[in-house]
């Protein structure tokens, strides 16, 4: 509990920085030798974070990089329980197009951050990444993951792949996924493709590009019935705030009634017959459809008073863009907010973060 908070405190997003010689270290031959010559192991997120003079505070603040000692100094001057670690330069692993070689990254990828982070402290959970490029392999490497490394799902790229996240290319993956009874995560970052490609400021790309990979995925994850295909499988989309859920069912509510394409009856999905936000507010009762938030977010009281508070999980994304200061003050002022109930914040901050990422498994 934060002591100073008075609080439990869970972070469902937090963030490692890749050490690309220890992660190169795990790849086997000819991959290896090939990555210590380029001395990089994933494709750039985007042209748009290195083609423009913009740095986030890290940068700007002349910060060290952050590694497992500075995550725990981190959790424990906030008060945070524990974390859950997502990636930072291999949220574009979606952008390798070498099958094998996405295979290669993301097992050694994933080798690291078990030995570096999950075994180093309990404080540490680990999300894996997989090589969704080929199916069949990725629905491997998850179940090496949770059951072999500790993992406690894995995280899917909103950008990048060659089709969105409802195709049954990838439906092998959520079936492992059912079987085990892990979590999946779908995360921004790459912010390409997306119609911005040309935008000389970078501030609305990185506002608009993060919620829009999470709104075309989860709307093609839902209407091609993901959830109803798999239903043990839940799904949290991160990084893209709480507005864009609220974009999402105004959107679909106006069209399902208008659009409705036609789906035989063995199919699964949203039916002609069901209103897509009831059908959008049942599976967030029954603890499969999660959102990552922050703190200050402006929409987030009437969010809650739309579908309740169990679909939100505090994200601190630390070491991202924010600082052991500035992470205090936004938790402080979200406890000291009145629009929102004591229950609402419990379940926010920690109630919701242990019913998703289910510990223990």
């Not at 008075?6 to 992660?23: Q, S």
């Not at 270290?25 to 010559?37: G, K, N, Q, T, V």
């Not at 540490?124 to 090589?131: D, Q, S, V, Y």
């Not at 991160?238 to 679909?252: D, F, Q, S």
Request: charged share 20%; aromatic share 10%.
């Amino acid at each position: 509990m934060s002591a100073n908070l008075g609080t439990r405190i869970i972070d469902g997003d937090g963030h490692i920085i890749e050490d690309n010689k220890g992660i190169i270290d795990h790849m086997d031959s000819p991959y290896r030798d090939i990555a210590a010559r380029k001395g990089v192991v994933f494709p750039p997120l985007d042209h748009l974070h290195s083609g423009r003079a913009v740095e986030t505070p890290p940068q700007r603040d002349q910060r060290a990089p952050v590694g497992p000692k500075g995550w725990l100094e981190f959790l424990d001057d906030v008060g945070i329980d524990w974390t859950v670690l997502y990636p930072t330069v291999a949220l574009a692993y979606g952008k390798i197009v070498s099958l094998d070689y996405a295979v290669a990254s993301s097992k050694a990828y994933n080798d690291w951050l078990s030995e570096t982070y999950v075994n180093y402290n309990p404080c540490f959970k680990g999300m894996a990444i997989l090589p969704m490029q080929d199916p069949q392999e990725a629905a491997k490497e998850l179940r090496r993951a949770v059951t072999e490394l500790g993992m406690l799902g894995a995280m899917m790229p909103s950008n990048g792949l060659a089709h969105p996240l409802g195709s049954k290319a990838y439906w092998p993956v959520y079936q492992e996924a059912n079987r085990l009874g892990c979590c999946l995560a779908v995360h921004g970052g790459a912010h390409d493709r997306f119609g911005m490609d040309h935008m000389n400021m970078y501030v609305p790309v990185h506002a608009l590009g993060h919620p829009w990979g999470l709104t075309i995925n989860c709307a093609d994850i839902l209407y091609n019935g993901i959830f109803d295909r798999f239903p043990k499988v839940r799904i949290a989309f991160l990084e893209g705030g709480v507005a864009w859920l609220l974009l999402l069912l105004e959107r679909l509510h106006a069209s399902h009634e208008t659009h409705f394409q036609h789906i035989p009856p063995s199919e699964f999905g949203i039916r002609e017959e069901d209103e897509p936000s009831g059908y959008i507010k049942k599976l967030i009762n029954d603890d499969r459809f999660y959102l990552g938030i922050e703190t200050e977010e402006l929409t987030l009281p009437f969010a809650i008073k739309l579908v309740g508070n169990k679909p939100f999980l505090y994200s601190s994304d630390f070491p991202h863009e924010v600082s052991h200061e500035s992470c205090k003050h936004d938790l402080g002022e979200l406890m000291e907010s009145n629009e929102i109930t004591a229950e609402d914040k419990a379940g926010m901050l920690w109630r919701n973060a242990e019913t998703f990422y289910k510990l223990p498994l």
